[in-house]
């Protein structure tokens, strides 16, 4: 899949083909994997007939495509291509594997306006290969009191409060240069990840980092139904003999979100013989 799109002023994003993406602008160009994506915004068109299409690479400066009015169905078609490589972390449920997108993993050594992910894209991972997760801004552990304290109120995201709060109390809410989740593995040989949300110098009230704690928030809420269900697929020494309150256990589970549904309609079945 070969595709150009093309803005004002020499802008042009090229997607070379179902993984890599081209980006040049008046002053400068990119090649990159999709999956090292950060973050992208489709503007309006404004008064004058002119629109902003932003794009946020592993490079330091976004690129900031300029496009005509009658140009902005193409921009949002170019938009919905990318957008899902903005993500962190995807959940297969069905597989019970979680996809880590890389991102801001530089090679410093390289030269500017040639830097280099050295990541690898992907990372892959089991469900049953994540022991615990820990969040960490800016090079700090966020425990579980500071997410509750929540005393300085600098809510900038509707509904992530505890994780704004947190941040807001690390770093007076200004800016937030690190933003990431650990993830504590079984394994000897790779003991941990670190899934990267905000990878560079970001104000904290900016769109772009209330977007990316939103997303952050949203993944640690999925990461907490993960480890929740494992840890309830470890075997009980004192569990119940009777099945029906066997039964009552499971659907609360499943009310809570850690077991899903064919998982309980075939756990009842055995527990009742049906």
């Keep these: 899949m070969k595709k150009e799109f093309t803005g004002v002023s020499g802008f042009t994003v090229r997607l070379e083909d179902n993984e890599h993406l081209f980006v040049k602008s008046s002053i400068t160009k990119e090649n990159l994997h999709l999956a ?17 299409f932003i794009i946020v690479t592993d490079d330091t400066t976004p690129f900031q495509i300029v496009f005509k009015k009658n140009q902005y169905d193409e921009m949002k078609e170019l938009y919905e291509i990318l957008l899902p490589y903005t993500k962190r972390l995807l959940f297969e449920k069905e597989n019970n594997k979680l996809t880590i997108l890389n991102k801001g993993n530089l090679d410093k050594k390289v030269r500017p306006m040639n830097k280099l992910n050295i990541s690898p894209p992907y990372d892959s991972i089991s469900f049953t290969d994540i022991n615990s997760y ?3 801004c800016d090079k700090q552990v966020i425990n579980n009191d500071m997410l509750k304290n929540t005393a300085s109120g600098k809510y900038i995201a509707g509904g992530v409060g505890s994780l704004i709060g947190a941040l807001s109390s690390l770093n007076n809410g200004e800016y937030i240069s690190n933003l990431q989740i650990k993830l504590n593995l079984n394994n000897f040989d790779k003991p941990c990840v670190y899934v990267n949300y905000i990878t560079r110098n970001t104000k904290t009230n900016s769109e772009m980092a209330k977007d990316l704690i939103k997303m952050c928030d949203e993944d640690l809420a999925k990461l907490e139904i993960i480890t929740k269900k494992e840890e309830n697929n470890i075997p009980q020494e004192n569990n119940t003999n009777d099945p029906i309150e066997e039964v009552k256990r499971l659907k609360e589970l499943l009310d809570m979100g850690i077991l899903f549904q064919e998982e309980f309609d075939k756990k009842k079945k055995e527990l009742l013989n049906l």
């Design 134 to 136: 820990q969040i960490v």
């Design 36 to 52: 090292h994506l950060e973050w992208i915004k489709l503007g309006e068109v404004n008064s004058q007939g002119r629109g902003t």
